[in-house]
């Protein structure tokens, strides 16, 4: 069964400080998918990164970077220089190959405060 | 492109009566997969539809049911509403394969008293 971990219940942080979001995945399958969504107060799930099993290249996006080690089954994520309005619940998900009980498996999120 | 759209944004509701919740995904995904998110449960996944048939269902009684139209707009319907049903009910579209990136709507909250 697919798991997400999400150890992190609440970080509070100071504006300009960077702060590492963890995620623990488990899967079964060779292929898989993890992401990472942004929810903000007022709800919607944002988007930030789609990241497939056969690709354990980091990435960086602007202030965002994410660092994928299949070794240990992590996908966290780097903010650099925080911002207020980085504040959010911040989810990772993970889904498989595409198999016949395809979905989505969202950890429980972390709470990032981010104080001026 | 306009992104997904929930209607309606805020809904209450006492117990034993029912809801229709409406999603419209982005133009051109045709599949659409609802969530529901609680506190204490987290964000789980409800079912998911791909040119009108139901190709995934997650572990919700079967007082949840859904359906897709063939302009892929996907409606979720909760009968015989419980208190525990209170949640932020999420919708997202993606392309068509299982493993595109699922872009979400701004939910629905309903709430049942």
């Known amino acids: 069964a697919q798991k997400v971990t999400q150890a992190q219940t609440e970080i509070s942080v100071v504006e300009k400080e960077d702060v590492t979001l963890d995620c623990v995945y488990e899967?079964?399958?060779?292929?898989?998918?993890l992401f990472w969504y942004k929810q903000p107060p007022s709800g919607e799930l944002v988007f930030l990164i789609r990241r497939n099993s056969f690709d354990e290249q980091n990435e960086i996006s602007g202030r965002y970077s994410w660092n994928f080690q299949k070794s240990t089954s992590s996908f966290n994520f780097t903010i650099t220089a925080s911002q207020v309005v980085d504040s959010a619940v911040y989810f990772c998900?993970?889904?498989?190959?595409?198999?016949?009980?395809?979905?989505?498996?969202f950890g429980k999120g972390t709470l990032l405060t981010v104080n001026p | 492109k306009a992104g997904v759209t929930q209607t309606p944004r805020y809904l209450i509701k006492t117990r034993g009566q029912q809801v229709t919740l409406s999603c419209s995904p982005i133009s051109g995904h045709r599949s659409v997969s609802w969530y529901q998110q609680t506190p204490g449960q987290g964000l789980q996944f409800l079912f998911e539809?791909?040119?009108?048939?139901?190709?995934n269902k997650g572990n919700f009684p079967g007082r949840f049911s859904g359906r897709q139209f063939s302009n892929s707009r996907s409606e979720m319907n909760v009968s015989t509403l419980e208190l525990g049903d209170s949640a932020l009910y999420l919708c997202?579209?993606?392309?068509?394969?299982?493993?595109?990136?699922?872009?979400f709507g701004p939910g629905t909250r309903l709430t049942v008293l």
């Open positions: 997202a579209s993606s392309l068509a394969s299982r493993t595109d990136t699922q872009y």
């Open positions: 539809y791909f040119s009108e048939t139901q190709r």
């Open positions: 899967t079964r399958d060779t292929t898989y998918y």
């Open positions: 998900a993970l889904s498989d190959s595409g198999g016949s009980n395809y979905k989505l498996t």
